[in-house]
């Protein structure tokens, strides 16, 4: 049963809807290494030195700075950080509704699911199938952790269920003009080709249980393979990456492999059925043969 993490009310309007939090996310799944000591295999333990006089510095002597210019810093007092805090007001103040499609998902940060309070049933799924059959979701902000956040949040699939997503400020977000684009035309024999390659492996559905993370799973039989004391040292060499000469070499040859792995996935023919028109066969071979013979005793 999964727990809460925390207790909020969706307000719009004179509507209020008490929820709280669920994480919808979870990095258990990653590995993680410790920085030991080489000699003698004990973990290290983390300390910060002043490099102007080379102490340790414990944490009752460090006091947190903000560097305004270079190596010039003004410090705050743990009262006055607190202060700088947004204040948690637990509500979920929706400020409009927009279409879940005009939402770049480059914007999306942490999702959270959200559970109804107890005698907000009726509200908490009133406001999911309404966004649901408009295809729209709600922008809102939410202060909470001394931070204010930007959020949407948009119904499932089936309209049952609430889905908090935490987005990215306009700000953090880099603009797309800073990344080198290509100049051309695209040409339609190519573009053709493109889309034939695309047909073949399209699908209507996206099923994430059909992928994993191969690397981790690598990664985690090696290390259990370490633990039984053997050697991982060799490894497979990398592939070369792939070399663009004749781009509709490449794509014929894509769509190659792809009607060939088509092919082989298809079904293999049904042995009744093959085994039935043959026993016809038999069968009506059969019956010719009695009728040969009198045939040829007639003639005699």
């Keep these: ?14 509507v209020s809807i008490p929820v709280r939090l669920y994480p919808a996310t979870q990095s258990s799944a990653a590995i993680s290494f410790n920085l030991l000591h080489k000699k003698c295999g004990s973990r290290l333990k983390q300390q910060y030195i002043c490099p102007r006089d080379g102490e340790n510095v414990s944490r009752d002597e460090m006091v947190k700075g903000y560097e305004f210019a270079k190596d010039q810093y003004v410090t705050f007092t743990a009262e006055e950080l607190k202060s700088l805090e947004e204040k948690a007001t637990q509500s ?34 009133l406001l999911a199938e309404a966004m649901r059959e408009t295809g729209r979701a709600a922008l809102a902000r939410y202060a909470a952790r001394g931070k204010q956040y930007l959020v949407m949040l948009r119904p499932s699939a089936d309209g049952r269920a609430l889905i908090l997503q935490e987005l990215l400020y306009a700000d953090e977000v880099r603009p797309m003009a800073e990344v080198p684009l290509p100049d051309g035309e695209v040409r339609e024999p190519e573009l053709k080709l493109a889309k034939q390659l695309i047909d073949q492996i399209a699908s209507e559905t996206f099923e994430p249980t059909l992928f994993h993370d191969e690397v981790r799973e690598r990664i985690q039989a090696d290390i259990d393979r370490k633990v039984q004391g053997q050697d991982i040292s060799e490894s497979a060499p990398a592939p070369e990456p792939a070399r663009i000469i004749d781009l509709m070499a490449a794509l014929k040859a894509s769509l190659g492999k792809a009607a060939a792995r088509t092919k082989d996935a298809a079904p293999a023919p049904d042995a009744e059925a093959d085994e039935e028109p043959a026993a016809r066969r038999a069968a009506h071979r059969s019956e010719e043969a009695p009728a040969a013979d009198r045939k040829r005793a007639r003639k005699r």
């Design 1 to 14: 049963m999964a727990r809460a993490i925390a207790g909020a009310t969706i307000s719009f309007g004179l």
């Design 92 to 125: 979920i103040d929706i400020a409009a509704f927009v279409p879940l499609a005009a939402i770049d998902p480059i914007y999306f940060e942490r999702p959270y699911y959200l559970g109804p309070e107890k005698g907000a049933d009726k509200a908490y799924l």
